[in-house]
């Protein structure tokens, strides 16, 4: 029914937090910090409980979502908070006619022996969402399960929200999406073989094409940190089409990676999103593209020392 990160045990009752979690994001942090302290105090098993795909990729098919995290990097981000277990539902046709009633005795108090669950306060469940936090907490006081609902997280009186996080990074506004993160937005990725351009212009490239499920920043030149073998690298990242060289209709990632002089191909590296710089540009030549990348160096330094 569903993969598991870990094993649940067969001698302890769960405390299960509910969600898609996409981004994990200040509100979705408060959900599972407080999962895990309740859980410690009530010597319960902690487990966050969500899905492989976002539910509207199945609801929504003709309006796609995409995504502030992989499937992968979100596990990687959840195993580091203390959580216990992880498990990923897959979410498909049939799991989406479930009715509220059922994923709570079948999943929640069956398989999964919640006595505690933990939720945000807009969270619906179930066939056309209709579960909503009264029905958990009806079926909680008839089922032996205590319901606790995070209230709504803000940042300078909005509501953080992954929707909203989106379209932040969708306007190349990173220090916005930072605000409500309480991180900066990253892109884990391997690096590609590129073109080899950027080496004779002076300046060599961590080449990436990101997972068409991701939310991808403006179109761009952004400052950004980039992580490589547990190093921090300052960077400048080009999000876009190279209009200048050889325009390229996928959408790419080239991060110079200051003071790194390596080979990278098929290795993972992850840029992490600092500041918008500019939007992308095309140039008559290659000595005024050479000219504006030493002027982005250039802010980007200026921009770390203030």
């Keep these: 029914m569903f993969r598991n990160r870990f094993t649940l045990p067969e001698d302890k009752a769960c405390g299960v937090g509910l969600g898609n979690f996409d981004g994990l994001h200040r509100g979705h942090m408060a959900l599972i910090n407080t999962l895990i ?3 410690q105090l009530n010597d319960l098993h902690s487990v966050v409980y969500t899905f492989m795909k976002h539910p509207e990729h199945i609801l929504r098919k003709k309006l796609y979502t995409p995504l ?36 709570v005795e079948d999943i929640l108090v069956r398989k999964m022996r919640a006595k505690l669950v933990v939720v945000g306060f807009n969270f619906h469940f179930g066939y056309m969402g209709k579960g909503d936090t009264d029905l958990l907490r009806q079926m909680g006081n008839q089922l032996g399960f205590r319901l606790v609902v995070i209230p709504p997280v803000k940042v300078r009186e909005e509501i953080v929200s992954s929707t909203i996080i989106r379209q932040y990074i969708m306007k190349g506004k990173m220090e916005k999406a ?14 590609i073989s590129g073109t080899q351009v950027g080496r004779t212009l002076g300046f060599p490239t961590a080449n990436m094409i990101p997972e068409r499920c991701l939310v991808m920043p403006a179109i761009g030149v952004y400052i950004t940190r980039t992580m490589y073998q547990g190093k921090w690298y300052n960077s400048v990242t080009n999000v876009g089409h190279r209009p200048t060289l050889n325009y390229d209709t996928k959408v790419t990632l080239e991060t110079h990676m200051t003071g790194f002089d390596g080979q990278l191909y098929g290795q993972d590296i992850e840029v992490f999103f600092l500041k918008k710089l500019r939007d992308e540009k095309r140039f008559s030549n290659r000595d005024e593209l050479i000219h504006q990348i030493q002027l982005d160096l250039l802010q980007a330094e200026k921009f770390r020392n203030t």
Excluded: W, Y
């Design 37 to 39: 302290n309740e859980c």
């Design 68 to 103: 502030i995290m992989t499937t992968d990097h979100k596990a990687k981000v959840l195993e580091k908070t203390g959580l216990e277990s992880l498990c990923f539902q897959e979410f498909d046709e049939e799991f989406s006619r479930m009715s509220p009633e059922s994923f």
């Design 178 to 191: 930072f605000e409500l993160l309480g991180r900066h937005f990253s892109v884990p990725g391997k690096v």
